[in-house]
């Protein structure tokens, strides 16, 4: 189905993006470094729209779930306790992939006291996040039925009045962030954009996905990103200044503009398009290994640092880090397509 096939390329996208935010100075990073500006600019404009990929997820997450009938029984059965088995097997992987490349020493005390405080490695946080939001699931689903359009109006509005332009504001008056007493807990991430997702999905009409809406969408992610990368240029956090969360983006709740149009525009096309036969193949098969390729492209990643500096050699870093980040997802498509051939293992992952 056309939809479905929009949604198999969100799956794509996001994915080919969270790879590459894990380049760090041989691609992600580059903006950090002395450079013409343009080229800055350039750096800039690619770190801010691959920031897009995890609230994505999440917004697809949304619009294929909230309106879902399940029982409670069936959603953590079928959804959260694969999510857990998922992340203590995957961290057992992980954790002995340390030992032998970084001389992490095996403790069953050790391993706990990550799997519960912290995360192995650090990028498995986005499985925490979404067991969140599946235990939040239930509850999310009584909220959406109950709001109106102006309710999820709303919503957007405040929030990106709030980690939007109250953001910017703080930013030049010289505050860190604003004050902690001041919380709205709608705003988390696993509730804000699940919601936008599914208004986008099932609020808003195929009528209403035109041109008009298109370009309406299109400027406004413009503006947004011209005006990220001038915040991004202003505060010019020095690379030596970077820690594991904060980059020197200037990333805030304007970010949902951008998430929204991609959103938008994917759906658009695919509502529009009919998608030829074998790209349609190829696709859906691409994205049924994104999953499990997520829980080891750190592996795929270090192994295939020889076609990086292969291509890095002859070419700009930016250029052969995208094809770095492509190959990296090739490898480990493959990787989980035979993978998930054993049996039992395809139901994991």
């Known amino acids: 189905p056309k939809a479905s096939t929009g949604s198999i390329l969100f799956d794509t996208f996001q994915f080919m993006s969270h790879i590459y935010t894990h380049t760090e100075e041989n691609g992600y990073y580059l903006y950090a470094f002395e450079c013409p500006i343009y080229l800055k600019i350039i750096y800039i404009s690619t770190s801010l729209m691959v920031a897009v990929a995890v609230p994505i997820f999440f917004m697809i997450s949304g619009a294929l779930l909230i309106n879902k009938e399940e029982s409670l029984k069936d959603l953590y059965i079928k959804r959260v306790l694969r999510m857990v088995i998922v992340l203590l097997l995957f961290s057992i992987i992980q954790y002995v992939y340390q030992h032998f490349m970084f001389g992490e020493q095996l403790s069953v005390r050790v391993f706990i006291q990550s799997i519960i405080g912290s995360s192995i490695p650090p990028k498995y946080w986005f499985l925490y996040a979404y067991i969140a939001f599946l235990c939040g699931l239930p509850l999310l689903r009584k909220l959406a039925r109950t709001m109106t359009d102006r309710d999820y109006k709303y919503l957007f509005a405040l929030f990106l009045i709030v980690e939007g332009v109250f953001a910017a504001v703080a930013f030049f008056v010289g505050v860190d962030q604003l004050n902690g007493f001041f919380a709205i807990p709608f705003f988390n991430r696993v509730i804000i954009y699940p919601l936008l997702g599914n208004y986008l999905e099932n609020r808003v009409s195929q009528e209403k996905y035109n041109k008009k809406g298109l370009g309406i969408f299109i400027l406004a992610m413009m503006v947004v990103l011209v005006f990220m990368v001038v915040m991004t240029l202003v505060r010019n956090l020095p690379y030596e200044e970077f820690t594991i969360y904060d980059k020197g983006l200037f990333t805030s709740g304007f970010t949902i503009v951008l998430c929204g149009g991609v959103y938008y525009i994917v759906k658009m096309l695919f509502i529009k398009t009919n ?73 994991f992952l």
Do not use: H, Q
């Open 275 to 347: 998608t030829p036969k074998g790209l349609s193949t190829v696709l859906v098969m691409l994205s049924s290994t994104v999953f499990g390729v997520f829980l080891i492209e750190n592996i795929i990643r270090d192994t295939m640092m020889p076609v990086y500096y292969a291509i890095a050699s002859v070419t700009r870093k930016y250029l052969g880090c995208w094809v770095y980040v492509f190959f990296t997802f090739l490898v480990g498509a493959v990787i989980i397509f035979v993978i998930k051939l054993i049996p039992g293992v395809k139901k």
